[in-house]
């Protein structure tokens, strides 16, 4: 094989040569323009001082490109023929970096430490039907992540960036924001991918930033969030009555957070939810 980064040709014939059938399953979709590579990798500030984690790198083309720009990257990947084969295709297609890649064959939201040196950025084409969870997973296990690039699906890169009070904020733009700050600094357009996906996909960049100040844990704010949105526009006090016991004693502990009883959930921010989880903790509630 050539050198370099993947392309349409080569992407065909590693499947062939791997029987692979990619499945809507796991949301496989590989990249097969080495300009789509390029821009991903610029666009995520690779430098090469970075240890990037990459998950579910798939045939490679992503991984080819971070190789070039980083210290070392380790993909993540669950599939045996695919995790397999990565380290073949770096060693004969740029066989000067093959020594930066440690690929772990794993089911990413089961990986929970890694041996040093640990990852600086996380870049990678996420499946859609695991991409959030996957996320949040990486982002709360390895701290040292201080930055990203992700492409997801147009719809879940919108969710994601979402701010307070828009259509399609929710438990994703929340969570999201306790670890980041994220915004959305492209698209990708389905030719780009074999086999061609039916919707577009977008870029979301990823800052590291301090989660809100509050004795209250990740869990106990998350908890609040997953029961604010349980049953969208739906007010707080209500929305929050089964977690707290009742209406009345949800309003009295959003009262003394600050919060208004008949707000919905759509329009706090996760400092304000953490807010509400910290009044919880403290006793408001008996």
């Known amino acids: 094989m050539a050198e370099g980064l993947l392309d349409p040709r080569t992407i065909r014939q590693l499947a062939a040569e791997l029987d692979l059938r990619p499945t809507k399953q796991r949301g496989q ?11 991903i990798v610029a666009a995520a500030g690779v430098t090469p001082d970075d240890v990037v984690l990459e998950i579910g790198p798939g045939l490679g083309s992503l991984t ?13 990947e669950i599939e045996h023929s695919l995790a397999d084969r990565l380290p073949q295709t770096v060693a004969e297609r740029l066989p000067a970096f093959a020594d930066r890649l440690r690929v772990i064959e794993a089911d990413a939201l089961r990986v929970d430490e890694l041996d040093d040196p640990q990852p600086t950025l996380v ?9 959030v969870p996957v ?17 997801v699906q147009a719809e879940v890169a919108d969710r994601l ?16 924001a ?9 698209s990708v357009p389905p030719t780009v991918f074999w086999p061609v996906p039916n919707v577009d996909s977008g870029l979301v960049e990823l800052v590291r930033r301090d989660p809100p100040v509050t004795s209250a844990t990740r869990e106990e704010v998350f908890a609040i969030v997953d029961a604010a949105f349980a049953q969208r526009r739906k007010m707080l006090r209500a929305a929050l009555s089964g977690l707290f016991g009742s209406s009345g ?30 009044a919880r903790s403290l006793g408001a509630v008996g």
């Open 64 to 76: 080819l490109g971070l190789l070039e720009a980083a210290a070392g990257v380790i993909a993540i």
């Open 161 to 176: 960036v979402a701010p307070p009070g828009s259509r399609t904020y929710g438990i994703p733009s929340v969570k999201l």
């Open 29 to 39: 979709n590989f990249v097969h323009d080495p300009n789509t590579v390029r821009r």
């Open 249 to 278: 004693a949800a309003s009295e502990v959003l009262t003394s957070a600050g919060i208004d009883p008949q707000a919905r959930g759509e329009v706090l921010t996760v400092t304000d939810f953490a807010r509400i989880a910290e």
């Open 123 to 131: 870049v990678a084409n996420l499946p859609y039907n695991v991409s």
């Open 178 to 186: 306790w670890y980041c700050a994220a915004r959305r600094v492209g």
């Open 135 to 151: 996320l949040l997973h990486v982002l709360s296990r390895f701290p040292g992540i201080r930055a990203g690039m992700v492409m």
